[in-house]
């Protein structure tokens, strides 16, 4: 504000002038700002008058319009998920009415008519419940996944098809908090089956070209970027290594030598099928990382005392991915290419021929388009293949074309180690203890029983069916089967009668190891066997499937059996039920408590934004005041002089 | 004899020195009114008289001897450097007033709300990423951020033009100043020539004259014996004597816009202004102008290369058939990284995925193409195996590799893709998972991105998706539910900007907004403080030579009574003359 000063000597006509205009220009002015602001309602118009209020409102409004956005967002999971949570109380009472006609049926004074009926009924719940699967909220499914276009359940060929995805869809509900907003079908419905599992691993080996994001670190994390820093002791000293943007472990030891090149250290990297090692040559050197990095111990090489003999990185972990080339597989072993195997899901079968195939990709886009209703992917932690069943009411079986393709990939249903107690979908085999069990009619018409007790693998079977024929002096070996699955009785009696696996002491045993009813008569000498390890899936709808075909075929343990996974199954949709109304509350909580977060910044910014008018108006009063004040002293002085008292 | 003659002689000297001294007064009283005027006073002084008797000195009467300007040059030299400060600060304070409008967004229209906006679209696209109506939003909400970009840029560069057009004008008018002292200065020395007394008018007016042109440049003036003064700019003379060595504004293009600069008409030699409406002008025009518009074009690419970089990696609703880069490389044999290459973003060895879709069974068949920027030569298109990658040799790689796409490199050196028929392609993902593209090509060269353009002038969105808006990359695993690269979209509004790194894209446009206000809030005190010292100055320079009328009355009444006096001691020596007179009868 110009003041002018009051330490001068004379007072001319236009000096008092231009105190005049000059008080008269900033008191207009005052009036003028504090009647904008008073019209504007704000504490200040432009933000130069006051910077730091200006910035600390835009500070605001963004965040308002920030938290603003992610209660819309939790108000979008809120109504997805709202959606979901009603569809699940229907499917809970569809569970619950399916499960009560199961127990009433169950009982023997039922007749065969009114399980027909019966039948008749589940079967159209079951539709009910693909309706309610299908279900749409504004235009996507509720129950597909991440595929919120695609009809997620279809009456496919054999079964009702999940052709979903099994992904979660996520809403931002803060900047670094994602919320999943549905459950995929496949984990409601159960509509894909648990994977095939064998202890098959098939980690690859480290290339040139495996890239550093596809490994697993030697501390069991991804290996971050960073900085090496070498110390070649009384040789080249220390020099650094950027591995800031390496791509592959190739890049990676390259980036080494170059660096120790460049520095004049005698130090050579290379890379080994599970790591990188590095070769001191002579004097003695540490590794560590660059200030707070951990891409030394990422990479197995942290050595933070100098050593002088090679030294050996800790072992690296390359996942499997889609691009990884076939012969790397399983620690470099590889696979058998050449044999294939042979898929049965239901009624489909296709037998696979990955001859050709170079990557994983190969593979599984050949398992995938074989259009027998399975899906593959690489499992979560990258170490092999899962296949899954996709259709409910089917069963899927993976065996071997007369080689070991299927068991490299960890894909076979069955093998000789797979445990008797699983088999049947977890009934297990039928084992009279103390008895025996089965009995096998060779060609020759002899014949010897097999006592199962101990049994716990299939291949114990296998040897104690081999022991009792070698006792019995018996010529019929049991072996596993080389193509599909299932154990093979081969008789080399050279008789012409029938081979043939009967049931010993009402033991279930042979039906249950899928050598009974089989018979091999004739020039045949072979007995095959069921593979009995199939997998499906065991959700509500292939439960469904089953009561009903069960009712339609008057089998009273089928029905005690599906009413049994019914039950289960209601407590498996209660919990998904309770996951999704906690992810509801979630939401609404979280949506109140934006809103809130909302309203106390919309405070803050009114604070900062706002006018305080009383002391608006009261500058405004005072700048009133002072313009009157000038304008009625400057004519009274300016009226003053002498010339008046002339004449 | 001497009682006759030097008396008379006495009332007379009285009676027109009063009258002279009168006059100076009524001048004074009729210039009161006038700000250039300098207030005379008339010197009047005693006159040397004949003896009486043997050593009696009674003296002669008065003379006006001189009328003299009253003031203080120093002051005046002072007033002069403050009119100089004022003028600029209020020449940069208006300027940043409009910049401050520009940037100001308490509104709620700027570039800041649209840029805070824009992001959000990106949430609700990742809500419903198969929405189109939510994907319209977002083409829109983009073409209103680019929208704002050129807007913006457009005001600063027009301000920045406007500032510099009145430098032009400026520099005119000091020229015309500079010859007009030149030629008061002849004036004055010829009129002032031989005598004591200063040609006063023209003296005001030429004092008028510099204070004009102080406004405009910071000037010195040096007095000289002749009453010429001259008129230094810095330490070069503008005006000498009877001389002006003219001034000349020289219009220059430099980049993109003109910048005016100030030239000796004679030597062409610039001239350095410390201060002065031009000076404060030019500083406008470059400081808060046309720097800012660079800030606005830095902030533009790194809205356009953060945002492409993560677009990239995702997939719209539907795969591609075709697709070409939006941005061209200069020599499609340079290695890309470098600067015969000519891209705008970071390119660093790496590779991508490219998914390769059979549009009848939807099988994925995923490639990754490597990129090689390891300081070696550029390899060749025929051997793309060795050395660093080029455009060329990524496309022969490509194509290579690659079943059911074919690279090429168009006749304006980008890069397309075009599927065979029966198959499309997506990128960034390889048929299960997502896949970054960890060498940045693909955003460099502006395949599958946002935003096409390089500054705040051209950006605008990319063609491919106007087009299409379903192509915008929303999904990381080509679902359509799938919103995870539209979430990653939107938490660039708060992240640390990868191209800028001081902060993230609003925080960083928010902070140029401030640091707008802050100037102008600087300006405007700048202006508030010159402004009070030149008044203050003013004030005493007014104190010193403005004229007080109750003082010219007191003087006047003082002259009056003197020359009243006068008359009266004449008639009383026309008396005294009579009675002698009478004697002789």
Known sequence: ?647 | MGLMNSSLQIGRSAILSYQSALQTIGNNISSAGSPDYTRLTPQLDPLQGELIGRDLQPGAGVALTDIHRVIDEALEGRVRLAIGQQEGAAARQSALAQVESFYDDLSGAGLGSRLSEFWLLFDELQNTPEDPAIRDLVIGGGRQLAESFHTLRGQLGALGEDLDGQIEQLVNNADDLARQIAELNGEISTAEAGRRSQATSLRDQRDALIRKLSELMDVTVKEQPNGAVNVYVGSEALVQGADSRGLLAVHSIEGEFGRTSVRFEDTKQQVMLGGGKIAGLMQARDEDAYARIAGIDELAAAVIADLNHVHADGQGLSPFTEVTGEFDVLNAAAALDSAAAGLQTTVTSGGFYVTVLDTATQTPVAYRIEVTLDGTPPSTATDPSTGSTTLDSLVSAFNEQVEGVTASVTSDNRIAFAADTGYSFVFGFDGQAPRADSSGILAALGVNVFFSGTNAANIGVAETIANDPSLIAAASVLLPGDGVNAGRMASLATERSKTLEQGSLTELFQAASNATAVSAAGANADADASSSILSALQAQKESISGVNLDEEAVAMLKFQRAFQGSARFLTVVDELLGELVSLIR
Not at chain 1, 531 to 557: C, K, S, Y
């Open chain 1, 1 to 647: 504000m110009a003041v002018s000063p009051v330490n001068i000597s004379r007072v001319s006509q236009g000096l008092r002038t231009n105190f005049v205009l000059d008080a008269l220009r900033r008191n207009q002015r005052d009036l003028f700002l504090s009647e904008s602001q008073i019209s504007s309602g704000r504490s200040f118009v432009v933000p130069s008058e006051d910077p730091a209020r200006a910035a600390r409102s835009l500070d605001l409004s963004e965040a308002l319009l920030r938290q603003q956005q992610f209660a819309a967002n939790a108000m979008h999971g809120d109504n997805f998920l709202s959606a979901a949570d009603s569809a699940l109380s229907d499917i809970n009472a569809l569970l619950v009415e399916a499960s009560t006609i199961a127990s009433q049926m169950v009982g023997s004074l039922s007749s065969r008519e009114e399980r027909e009926a019966e039948a008749e009924i589940i079967g159209s719940m079951r539709r009910q419940l693909i309706m309610v699967g299908n279900r749409e909220f504004n235009g996507r499914y509720l129950f597909g996944g991440r595929d919120t276009l695609t009809r997620p359940f279809v009456d496919g060929v054999g079964g009702i098809l999940y052709q979903g995805d099994v992904g979660e869809m996520f809403t931002r509900l803060s900047e670094d908090l994602s919320t999943a907003v549905n459950v995929p079908g496949s984990e409601l419905f159960g509509a894909l089956s648990d994977p095939i599992t064998t202890e098959v691993d098939l980690t690859p080996i480290l290339t040139d070209g495996t890239r550093l994001d596809d490994v697993t670190g030697a501390n069991g994390q991804a290996v971050p970027r960073g900085t090496l820093v070498f110390n070649e002791v009384g040789g080249a000293g220390v020099f650094t290594v950027d591995l800031s943007t390496v791509d592959t472990i190739g890049d990676v030891v390259e980036a080494i030598n170059a660096a120790a090149g460049q520095a004049g250290a005698n130090v050579t990297a290379s890379l080994s099928d599970t790591g990188i090692s590095v070769e001191p040559g002579g004097d003695a050197v540490s590794i560590t990382d660059l200030s707070n990095g951990a891409i030394a111990s990422g990479l197995g090489l942290l050595t933070p005392t100098p050593s002088s003999t090679t030294i050996e990185g800790r072992a690296l972990t390359a996942r499997v991915t889609r691009l990884t080339p076939v012969e790397a597989l399983a620690a470099g072993a590889g696979i058998d290419l050449e044999s294939g195997f042979i898929i049965t899901n239901g009624t489909l079968s296709a037998t696979i021929d990955i001859a050709e195939a170079t990557t994983v990709q190969d593979i599984i886009n050949t398992i995938n388009n074989a259009g027998v209703n399975v899906l593959a992917r690489i499992n979560e932690s990258g170490t092999g293949i899962d296949v899954f069943n996709q259709a409910s009411g089917t069963s899927l079986a993976i065996g071997e074309n007369d080689g070991t393709t299927a068991t490299d990939l960890g894909i076979r249903t069955m093998n000789t180690a797979t445990p008797l107690s699983s088999l049947n979908f977890g009934d297990g085999v039928g084992n009279l203890s103390g008895q025996t069990d089965l009995q096998i009619m060779a060609k020759d018409g002899k014949s010897f029983e097999v006592n199962l007790d101990g049994a716990a693998t299939i291949g114990d079977v296998i040897d104690l069916i081999n022991a009792a024929a070698t006792a019995a002096t018996v010529a019929v070996e049991a072996a596993f089967a080389t193509t599909g699955n299932g154990i093979r009785i081969e008789d080399k009696t050279g008789g012409t009668g029938t081979l043939r696996v009967a049931l010993a002491n009402l033991s279930t045993a042979g039906i249950d190891l899928g050598l009974h009813p089989q018979t091999a008569g004739g020039t045949a000498v072979e007995l095959l066997g069921n593979d009995v390890n199939p997998t499906r899936t065991e959700g509500i709808i292939g439960a469904l499937t089953d009561l009903e075909n069960a009712l339609r075929g008057d089998d009273t343990p089928g029905i005690a059996s599906a009413g049994d996974r019914l039950d289960g199954l209601r407590q498996e949709v209660t919990r998904i039920h309770g996951i999704i109304g906690a992810r509801a509350q979630t939401m609404t909580a979280k949506r109140q408590q934006l809103e809130d977060a909302a309203l106390t910044t919309k405070a803050f910014l009114s604070q900062v934004q706002d006018l305080d008018f009383a002391e608006a108006t009261t500058r405004l009063q005072g700048a009133m005041t002072r313009l009157q004040a000038t304008l009625q002293t400057s004519t009274l002085v300016s009226n003053l002089s002498l010339l008046d008292f002339l004449r």
